[in-house]
């Protein structure tokens, strides 16, 4: 004869156990597949509050529970889905907060809008610029060379090279100041 070892199976929810030890037995057997469930579908803190929330209504309604006699775990998991439900349409609803001292304007979060509208500013007031004066700008500031080097390339005296660059910061200097006049 062949003997088959059960498996140790939870102890049943006993009508004559006092509440705390149901619980506690209770917690013991589904808080951690419980608290994984959760975790699937919301941060780690929400899921600690949703778990918590689950087991108070368990300790709520253990007179109900005891009397049922099916399992508890899918009654566990059916709340902690509602309560699921439940904080996302109050998510939903409540508009997100930013702290005071935490703005778009001390976070540099703009979205790329104030970048992509700042090369137009620039894009512009290059533009403006005559054709010698850029062209100097371009070799010192864009491609990093020297005015002397600049000048040499642009084959024109390294004086000129300086006055054009003077000129065109100036120029520059001007349009954004006029633009941020406007932008004010």
Same mark, same amino acid.
């Given at each position: 004869?062949?003997?088959?070892? &059960?498996?140790?199976?939870?102890?049943?929810?006993?009508?004559?156990?006092?509440?705390?030890? @149901?619980?506690? =037995? @209770?917690?013991?057997?589904?808080?951690?597949?419980? +608290?994984?469930?959760?975790?699937?579908?919301?941060?780690?803190?929400?899921?600690?509050?949703?778990? =918590?929330?689950?087991?108070?209504?368990?300790?709520?309604?253990?007179?109900?529970?005891?009397?049922?006699?099916?399992?508890?775990?899918?009654?566990? @998991?059916?709340?902690?889905?509602?309560?699921?439900?439940?904080?996302?349409?109050?998510?939903?609803?409540?508009?997100?907060?930013?702290?005071?001292?935490?703005?778009?304007?001390?976070?540099?979060?703009?979205?790329?809008?104030?970048?992509?509208?700042? =090369? =137009?500013?620039?894009?512009?007031?290059?533009?403006?610029?005559?054709?010698? &004066?850029?062209?100097?700008?371009?070799?010192?500031?864009? @491609?990093?060379?020297?005015?002397?080097?600049?000048? &040499?390339?642009?084959?024109?005296?390294?004086?000129?090279?300086?006055?054009?660059?003077?000129?065109?910061?100036?120029?520059?200097?001007?349009?954004?100041?006029?633009?941020? +006049?406007?932008?004010?």
């Amino acid at each position: 004869m062949v003997t088959t070892s &059960q498996l140790p199976r939870p102890v049943p929810l006993l009508a004559a156990a006092p509440d705390d030890v @149901l619980l506690r =037995q @209770l917690y013991t057997e589904n808080a951690g597949p419980l +608290r994984s469930y959760v975790r699937r579908f919301t941060t780690e803190a929400e899921a600690d509050d949703i778990v =918590q929330e689950t087991f108070i209504r368990a300790w709520r309604h253990l007179d109900h529970l005891r009397a049922d006699g099916r399992p508890l775990r899918p009654w566990l @998991l059916r709340v902690a889905r509602h309560l699921l439900a439940d904080a996302a349409r109050r998510n939903r609803r409540r508009p997100a907060t930013v702290p005071v001292e935490v703005t778009a304007a001390t976070m540099g979060v703009d979205g790329g809008l104030d970048r992509v509208l700042d =090369q =137009q500013v620039l894009s512009a007031a290059l533009r403006r610029l005559p054709a010698g &004066q850029l062209a100097v700008l371009v070799e010192s500031w864009v @491609l990093g060379a020297s005015l002397d080097t600049a000048a &040499q390339h642009l084959g024109i005296p390294a004086g000129t090279a300086r006055s054009r660059l003077h000129y065109a910061r100036h120029a520059l200097r001007g349009h954004l100041a006029r633009t941020e +006049r406007v932008a004010s």
